[in-house]
């Protein structure tokens, strides 16, 4: 029987404190019907939640009963939520991919050809065999209730240079689900025997810069332990508010918010706050239950400042792209710079002259990375 998850809301009547659940949905099958008595995780207060299938659905709180409508017939009295809300959107936006087809960022440092297709073709020819080993780890960390955050591949790639090229894929490991990955599905974090720095500094199109980011950010998630966006605009105010929350969409699905924080001006996140229509959800409704992206209200603001430039931050160095150009598709040219920094240089060169207190979410602590 097919099963459907629908997440949950609901704010407590009394502080608005917000409690999210999961009810299961038995699809073509029978649905109990039911409550949950829930004290409030923040002032006590206890009230009920209607949910179908009470003892199958999760919750990240306690509750003091649960009733099946068709054996408990009476219910305590008590309030319900003033507001409550079932939704299917992700936890998060991040659903980040690789534009194989697109401009390459790992090109061979002797020939100047691109990698990533064969790279791509490498992957697809052993994936048979990847996929069964990577099943088999899969059954064992299920049997061992264990975890293990991706699942990584290293492989060879052919170039026509004659030097041995090692590509890195990598794809989020996520256990008890039976859809199988495609080829596409892994991210290229590395190619050994190919040089960013040459590649990357230098005049290019505002297109490719965005294609250069997108490309470095699934490098940095795997590779690097933070990652930093830090530009004063994202978009421009001549575009419709469509195509700049397309902006802002492919933004946010390349950036995990445990993972990254994002400064920018105070008036640019107010302007994101204030696109919506049919191709955005308010804004502060997201946010009233919680759902708003986490790296927007972490509201890391840029003052006196017009830096563009982006990290990914590790313990044993950093690589920081940077350039004149914003967050914003075209066929204009800017001026792009790579570099690699020790962490002692990255923190005098760049992180102690941003003065602002970074409020990564997920991240305990100040500016320190």
Same mark, same amino acid.
């Given at each position: 029987?097919?099963?459907? *998850?629908?997440?949950?809301?609901?704010? !407590?009547?009394?502080?608005?404190?917000?409690?999210?659940?999961? /009810?299961?949905?038995?699809?073509?099958?029978?649905?109990?019907?039911?409550?949950?008595?829930?004290?409030?995780?923040? !002032?006590?207060?206890?009230?009920?939640?209607?949910?179908?299938?009470?003892? /199958?659905?999760?919750? /990240?709180?306690?509750?003091?009963?649960?009733?099946?409508?068709?054996?408990? @017939?009476?219910?305590? +009295?008590?309030?319900?939520?003033? #507001?409550?809300?079932?939704?299917?959107?992700?936890?998060? +936006?991040?659903?980040?991919?690789?534009?194989?087809?697109? *401009?390459? %960022?790992?090109? !061979? /440092? #002797?020939?100047?050809?691109?990698? @990533?297709?064969?790279?791509?073709?490498?992957?697809?020819?052993?994936?048979?065999?990847?996929?069964?080993?990577?099943?088999?780890?899969?059954?064992?960390?299920?049997? #061992?209730?264990?975890?293990?955050?991706?699942?990584?591949? #290293?492989?060879?790639?052919?170039?026509? !240079?004659?030097?041995?090229?090692?590509?890195?894929?990598? =794809? +989020?490991?996520?256990?008890?689900?039976?859809?199988?990955?495609?080829?596409?599905?892994?991210? %290229?974090? +590395?190619?050994?025997?190919?040089?960013?720095?040459?590649?990357?500094?230098?005049?290019?199109?505002?297109?490719?810069?965005?294609?250069?980011?997108?490309?470095?950010?699934?490098?940095?998630?795997?590779?690097?332990?933070?990652?930093?966006?830090?530009?004063?605009?994202?978009?421009?105010?001549?575009? $419709?508010? @469509?195509?700049?929350?397309?902006?802002?969409?492919?933004?946010?699905?390349?950036?995990?918010?445990?993972?990254?924080?994002?400064?920018?001006?105070?008036?640019?996140?107010?302007?994101?706050?204030?696109?919506?229509?049919?191709?955005?959800?308010?804004?502060?409704? %997201?946010? =009233?239950?919680?759902? @708003?992206?986490?790296?927007? $209200?972490?509201?890391?603001?840029?003052?006196?400042?017009?830096?563009?430039?982006?990290?990914?931050?590790?313990?044993?160095? *950093?690589?920081?792209?940077?350039?004149?150009?914003?967050?914003?598709?075209?066929?204009?040219?800017?001026? %792009?710079?790579?570099?690699?920094?020790?962490?002692?240089?990255?923190?005098?060169?760049?992180?102690?002259?941003?003065?602002?207190?970074?409020?990564?979410?997920?991240?305990?602590?100040?500016?320190?990375?």
């Amino acid at each position: 029987m097919d099963v459907r *998850v629908e997440n949950g809301v609901a704010l !407590c009547p009394s502080c608005s404190k917000i409690h999210n659940y999961k /009810e299961v949905h038995y699809v073509g099958g029978i649905n109990d019907r039911g409550h949950w008595q829930i004290k409030c995780a923040g !002032c006590a207060t206890e009230f009920l939640v209607r949910v179908k299938n009470p003892m /199958e659905s999760h919750r /990240e709180f306690a509750i003091v009963a649960s009733f099946d409508d068709e054996i408990d @017939e009476d219910l305590p +009295d008590l309030p319900f939520p003033d #507001h409550s809300v079932r939704h299917t959107f992700p936890e998060n +936006d991040y659903a980040p991919d690789f534009d194989y087809e697109g *401009v390459s %960022l790992y090109v !061979c /440092e #002797h020939t100047g050809d691109g990698l @990533e297709l064969a790279a791509l073709k490498a992957l697809t020819a052993e994936f048979k065999r990847i996929s069964n080993q990577q099943m088999i780890a899969h059954n064992f960390l299920l049997a #061992h209730r264990t975890s293990s955050q991706h699942s990584i591949v #290293h492989i060879d790639v052919p170039c026509t !240079c004659g030097h041995n090229h090692k590509a890195t894929f990598y =794809m +989020d490991l996520k256990l008890g689900i039976d859809e199988q990955p495609t080829p596409t599905d892994y991210l %290229l974090a +590395d190619i050994t025997g190919t040089g960013l720095v040459d590649r990357l500094t230098g005049v290019h199109s505002k297109s490719d810069a965005m294609a250069f980011l997108a490309k470095l950010l699934a490098r940095w998630h795997l590779l690097h332990d933070r990652v930093l966006i830090v530009s004063p605009f994202v978009g421009y105010s001549q575009l $419709s508010a @469509e195509k700049r929350y397309e902006i802002w969409t492919w933004l946010l699905e390349h950036l995990s918010p445990d993972r990254a924080v994002l400064v920018t001006r105070p008036a640019t996140f107010t302007e994101f706050k204030t696109l919506e229509g049919d191709f955005a959800p308010p804004y502060e409704l %997201l946010r =009233m239950f919680g759902m @708003e992206n986490k790296l927007i $209200s972490a509201n890391n603001k840029l003052h006196k400042s017009h830096a563009k430039f982006y990290a990914g931050i590790g313990s044993e160095g *950093v690589e920081v792209l940077s350039g004149s150009a914003n967050l914003v598709p075209g066929p204009s040219l800017e001026n %792009l710079s790579f570099g690699r920094f020790t962490p002692a240089k990255w923190q005098s060169n760049y992180e102690s002259k941003l003065g602002i207190e970074l409020n990564r979410p997920g991240f305990a602590g100040g500016s320190n990375f």
